[in-house]
């Protein structure tokens, strides 16, 4: 037990220092988070990995989860100082990344059936593997990017490929900067006191009266600013 205790510290002291230092050395990203709820979709993560492989030691189970749900969201210029970290904290481990070969096989199906030509089928397929994996632990997800980067395909890619398996997914888009925030979001009529449904409180009205257990999605497909 005590051992036990110990390596829990010592795994809790080297979580708490890559935030600090992702926070310190990292660029400032808006849609960075090192926080509290970032924390705990990392142990979230954690935990299914290690249900799915209980005779895994903890510091790979712990250094494979930091790894796989923060790398979809650096940027590029990023990694490599997130990765040097992650090797300075983790010396000497070399934990594969886990694989579904059986999801992979739907995906590389879904880009033949949609007659999709990446240039790097194989970084894509990951990309779409790694925004399922944050669907797991996050129930609002942003995909960012620059434009013709293949951000619609990547969630399309996904979407069309749980339909293939079945899973009965719904989605509504619409661009969030196409009309005012009154008509977005809705507002109450001054003169009546009564509320009037915008675009987004329409469609989650009407998804959450769909019967079924399917997967809904609302896409907000615009650029991301901040709203006055």
Known sequence: MKKKKKEARLLARKFITL???????????????????????????AGGLKRSDRQRPEDQVLMRALRNFNVP???????????????????????PRKTNPEFEKDIRH?????????????????????????FAVRHSVFIVGNSGTGKSMVWKTLFKTYATQKRRPIYHDLNPKAVANDELFGIIIPSTR???????????????????????????????DLID
């Open 19 to 45: 935030y600090t230092l992702c926070r310190e050395l990292l660029s400032k990203q808006d849609h960075y988070d090192w926080g509290l709820r970032a924390i705990k979709s990392v142990l979230v993560v």
């Open 73 to 95: 969201k650096i940027v590029t210029a990023d990694i490599e100082i997130f990765m040097g970290l992650i090797d300075d904290l983790f010396p000497a481990l070399d934990v």
């Open 110 to 134: 879904t880009i033949d059936e949609l007659q999709l030509q990446p240039g790097d089928a194989d970084g894509f397929i990951l990309k779409v593997v790694q925004l399922d994996e944050l």
């Open 194 to 224: 009564e509320w009037k449904d915008g675009l987004f409180s329409n469609i989650m009205r009407e998804q959450a009266n769909m019967t079924g257990i399917g997967l809904k999605w609302i896409v907000l497909d615009g650029d991301i």
